[in-house]
C-alpha cells in the first residue's frame, strides 16, 4: 500500500446548505475512519457574500469569485506535504463562466488530483466543454457515480476507460425498519407518508407531484405529501419565497392543502435519515433526465425506502431490476396511479424496500471510503512510477526561451512627467508632436501586463504619469475623453474619438482586475464607473470592441454591476448584428471594409463569449478570426498583416503593404483568446507566426523590432522598413511579447507539473 500521509478534499462543506457540501463532510468522515491514521483535510468553497463558520476539519476557505484564492490554495497544499488532493466538480460551486476559476486552482497544482465529477453532460456548452475537458486533463484520476457518467465521459470527452473509477454514491448504514417506527416522533401516526426532500427549486418537479395527489387521495385518503427542504439559496436570493407560494397556492387551488407540507428548513443529516425512515414512499420527481447523481435517491434507496421516481439518468441506473418504479416525466397520472397502488399494497411496497435494501450494502459509506482510499493510493502509485517525460506541445517547438527579455528601454525613453509621447524621429521622441491618448491607454494595459507576468515592471516614475495623462483626458463639460495634446501641456480638442474612449476603458477596466495597488484600483474604479456609459451611443465598431475588452476585465472584478453586463451584451449584439449584414459566405467580416486593429473585433466576441457563457458570441468571434488570418497568411506561410493600402476598399483582397505592427499585436492576442476558448494548439501555432513577424519572418525578412532596448520600427513599406519608432509601434511589440511570454511560460509550467504528476 502507498504511504499516503495527507490528503485533502476540496469542495463545498457544512454548515453551507447545498447537496456537494453535505458529500464532502460524508466523505472526509469515511475517509478519515476507515484510515485513522491518515491526515485529513478539508478545502472550503465559499459562495460569493456569504460566511460559514466552518469546523476545525476546514484547514482552507476559498471564496468563490476571488481567482488568487484558488492558487493560494494549491501553493499552499504543496507547502504542507499534502499527497493528494480529491476535487469535488460541479460546475455552479466555483467562480467563473463554466466554473472556470477552478482551473486556476489545477494548473498551480503540482500534488495529484482525484476529481469526483457530480454531473456530466451529454451536451456541454462551449465553455462547460472547455472547463471540463481541462479538469479532465489536470486530474489523475475521474470517479463518477454511474456507468451512465462512465459512457459519456468515454463518447463525449474520449477519456480512456483506465482512467475513469465508477464508486456510487455514499449511504449511511442505518437498520431496515419500520415506517410506522419513526411517525409518532414526527407527528404522523397513522398517516401513509409520501416524501420528497432536497433544496427547493423548479426543476424538481413538485408541481407534477401535487397534481398526482388528488388521485392518491381517492386510494389512500388519510396520505400525506412532505417537501422537505429549504428554497435552494440562489433562488431566495433573487426571487425570494415566491416559487414556495406558488406551491402553496396550486396546493388550495388542488384542493390538498391539508395533505401537503412544506418543511422550510435545510435539516441536518439525523433529522433526514429519522424522516426518511418514516416514509411509506419516498418520491424524486424531477423534470429532466440530465440528473448524473441524486444523494437524495441515494439516501433513501440506502435505507430501504420504497422509491418512485421520474427516469433521470441516476434513477433509471439505481432502481433498475425491480428496485424502484420510473414513471414518465411529467406525467402526473402514471405517478399518482403508481404511489396510490404501492400504498394500498403494503406487501409489494414490503418487497420493494428489503430488495432495496439489500443492494446497497456495497454502497454504505464505508465501504465507499474504502474504496475511495484504493483509488487514492493507485492516483499516487500512477505519479510515483511516472517517469520524467520532456514537456509537451509548445515547449518542444518554441518556448519562453527562444523569446527575447521584455526591454523597456526605449519605453521609457519616451516617457516623461507628462505621459508617453506618441512619434518618434528614428529612435528619439518626437516632441513636437506630442502626446495622445490613445497611445497613454496602450501603455497602461503594458503596464498592467508586466505586473502581471512578474519578470519586468514599469518603474512607478513612469507608472505614475501614464494614470494621470488618462485621468487629465477626462473631461467633465463633455463627459468624453479627450485624446491629443500638445507638448506644451494644451488640449487640442475637447472630445475625442469613440476608439480613444474605448481604449481608455479598456486600460482602465484592466487595471481594476490586474493592478495590486489599491489606491490604484480605487482611482480606476472611480473613472471606469463614470466613463463607461457614454459608450451606449458609439457607432464605431472597433470603439465597441475595446470597450468589450475593458467590460470583460471589469465585470470579473466588480461583480454584480448588472449596468455593465447590459451594456456588454448590447454591444455584443451590436456586432453580431454586423456579421449578418456584412457575411455572404465569401465575406466573413463585420464590415465592408478591412482597416486597422481588425482582430480586436473578433477577439473582443471570444472574450466577451466565454465571459458570459454565450456560445454564439464565441463561435462568430472564431469564425470571422479564421476568415481574417487566412487573409494574413502568406502563401509561404507567415504572417502578412492587412496593410494600410487596403483601407477603404470594399470587400477586396487585402493589399500587403503598409504592413503596420498594430495588426501583429492583435493577430496575436486574438489568436491566443481562440487558443483559450477551444484548446486548439494551431491557434497558439498563429500566435507565435504572427508574433515573428516583428523579429523578421514577414514579407521582406527584415525584423522591426530591436530586442535589446524594446522599440519597434514603424511599419514595413515595399521597399524596407519605416525607420522611425514611435510609440504605437513599439507597445504593439511589447504587448504582443508580454502576451506570448504569459502564455509560453504558463504552458511550460502546466506540461512541467503534468510530468511530474504522470498525466497526459
Not at 478 to 493: A, G, K, P
Not at 636 to 646: E, I, K, L, T
Request: proline letters at 5%.
Amino acid at each position: 500500500m502507498i504511504n499516503l500521509r495527507r490528503i485533502a478534499i476540496l469542495g463545498n462543506h457544512l454548515p453551507r446548505q447545498c447537496g456537494i457540501a453535505t458529500f464532502t463532510h460524508d466523505l472526509h468522515a469515511a475517509v478519515r475512519a476507515a484510515r485513522p491514521a491518515l491526515d485529513t483535510a478539508v478545502v472550503a468553497i465559499t459562495g460569493a457574500g456569504t460566511s460559514h463558520d466552518y469546523p476545525p476539519c476546514v484547514n482552507f476557505e476559498i471564496r468563490e469569485n476571488v481567482l488568487g484564492d484558488y492558487s493560494r490554495s494549491a501553493i499552499s497544499m504543496a507547502a504542507t506535504d499534502t499527497d493528494l488532493v480529491c476535487l469535488q466538480h460541479e460546475y455552479g460551486i466555483f467562480g467563473g463562466i463554466a466554473g472556470s476559476h477552478i482551473l486556476e486552482f489545477l494548473d498551480h497544482s503540482t500534488i495529484p488530483v482525484v476529481t469526483t465529477l457530480h454531473t456530466v453532460l451529454a451536451e456541454p456548452t462551449l465553455a462547460q466543454r472547455r472547463t471540463i475537458e481541462r479538469v479532465i486533463d489536470r486530474s489523475t484520476k475521474l470517479i463518477v457515480m454511474a456507468d451512465r457518467a462512465r459512457a459519456l465521459l468515454q463518447t463525449v470527452h474520449n477519456v480512456p476507460d483506465s482512467k475513469i473509477e465508477v464508486i456510487p454514491h455514499g449511504i449511511h448504514d442505518r437498520p431496515l425498519c419500520s415506517p410506522d417506527d419513526g411517525k409518532t416522533a414526527l407527528g404522523y401516526e397513522g398517516k401513509k407518508v409520501i416524501l420528497t426532500f432536497g433544496l427547493l427549486s423548479p426543476n424538481k418537479g413538485i408541481e407534477t407531484m401535487l397534481d398526482a395527489m388528488p388521485r392518491i387521495l381517492q386510494a389512500s385518503p388519510g396520505a400525506v405529501y412532505i417537501v422537505l427542504g429549504a428554497t435552494h439559496p440562489s433562488l431566495l436570493r433573487e426571487h425570494g419565497e415566491a416559487y414556495r407560494d406558488l406551491l402553496l397556492a396550486h396546493a388550495q387551488t388542488l384542493g390538498i392543502e391539508n395533505h401537503v407540507v412544506f418543511v422550510n428548513q435545510f435539516v441536518d443529516q439525523a433529522t433526514l435519515l429519522d424522516y426518511i425512515a418514516m416514509c411509506d414512499v419516498y418520491v424524486t420527481p424531477y423534470a429532466n433526465e440530465a440528473q448524473m447523481t441524486s444523494g437524495t435517491l441515494a439516501y433513501s434507496f440506502g435505507m430501504g425506502a420504497s422509491v418512485v421516481s421520474t427516469p433521470y439518468w441516476h434513477a433509471t441506473e439505481l432502481l433498475r431490476d425491480n428496485l424502484g418504479i420510473l414513471v414518465p416525466f411529467a406525467d402526473a397520472e402514471t405517478m399518482g396511479r403508481e404511489i396510490a397502488g404501492l400504498l394500498t399494497d403494503p406487501t409489494r411496497r414490503q418487497a420493494i424496500r428489503a430488495r432495496a435494501y439489500a443492494a446497497s450494502r456495497s454502497m454504505t459509506w464505508p465501504e465507499t471510503a474504502k474504496r475511495y482510499l484504493e483509488v487514492f493510493d493507485r492516483a499516487c502509485a500512477v505519479v510515483r512510477s511516472a517517469e520524467p517525460k520532456p514537456p509537451r506541445g509548445l515547449q518542444a517547438a518554441f518556448d519562453s526561451s527562444a523569446l527575447p527579455d521584455v526591454e523597456i528601454d526605449h519605453f521609457l525613453s519616451f516617457c516623461d512627467d507628462t505621459g508617453m509621447l506618441q512619434h518618434g524621429h528614428y529612435g528619439v521622441a518626437a516632441r513636437e508632436h506630442g502626446y495622445c491618448l490613445d497611445d497613454n491607454a496602450r501603455a497602461l494595459l503594458l503596464v498592467s501586463a508586466l505586473a502581471r507576468q512578474g519578470d519586468t515592471r514599469i518603474p512607478g516614475a513612469a507608472s505614475a504619469p501614464l494614470m494621470a495623462f488618462v485621468r487629465h483626458a477626462w473631461n467633465p463639460d463633455t463627459s468624453r475623453f479627450r485624446n491629443f495634446m500638445s507638448f506644451d501641456r494644451r488640449w487640442l480638442e475637447d472630445t475625442g474619438s469613440e476608439d480613444s474612449h474605448g481604449r481608455a476603458l479598456w486600460a482602465l477596466g484592466d487595471h481594476v482586475r490586474s493592478s495590486a495597488e489599491a489606491t490604484h484600483v480605487t482611482w480606476a474604479v472611480a473613472l471606469f464607473a463614470k466613463s463607461f456609459p457614454q459608450a451606449t451611443s458609439f457607432t464605431s465598431p472597433r470603439a465597441w470592441a475595446f470597450t468589450l475588452l475593458g467590460l470583460n476585465a471589469w465585470c470579473s472584478a466588480v461583480v454584480g454591476d448588472l449596468q455593465a453586463r447590459r451594456l456588454r451584451q448590447s454591444l455584443a449584439e451590436r456586432l453580431m448584428s454586423l456579421i449578418q449584414e456584412a457575411d455572404n459566405g465569401e465575406w466573413v467580416w463585420f464590415e465592408d471594409v478591412l482597416a486597422y486593429d481588425n482582430a480586436r473585433l473578433p477577439q473582443a466576441l471570444i472574450q466577451t463569449g466565454l465571459a458570459t457563457g454565450c456560445d454564439a458570441y464565441v463561435t462568430a468571434g472564431l469564425r470571422t478570426l479564421s476568415w481574417l488570418m487566412t487573409r494574413q497568411t502568406s502563401p509561404a506561410g507567415h504572417f502578412r498583416p492587412v496593410g494600410s493600402d487596403s483601407f477603404g476598399a470594399a470587400r477586396a483582397m487585402p493589399k500587403p503593404f503598409d504592413q503596420q505592427p498594430l495588426e501583429a499585436a492583435a493577430a496575436i492576442s486574438a489568436c491566443l483568446a481562440a487558443w483559450s476558448a477551444t484548446g486548439d494548439m494551431a491557434w497558439r501555432a498563429r500566435a507565435i507566426t504572427a508574433f515573428r513577424w516583428f523579429i523578421g519572418h514577414n514579407d521582406l525578412a527584415i525584423s522591426l523590432a530591436d530586442p535589446r532596448t524594446g522599440g519597434c520600427a514603424d511599419g514595413l513599406h515595399p521597399h524596407g522598413r519605416n525607420e522611425n519608432m514611435g510609440a504605437e509601434s513599439t507597445l504593439s511589440y511589447l504587448l504582443g511579447l508580454a502576451e506570448l511570454r504569459a502564455m509560453t511560460q504558463s504552458a511550460v509550467t502546466r506540461d512541467r507539473a503534468e510530468s511530474r504528476l504522470g498525466r497526459g
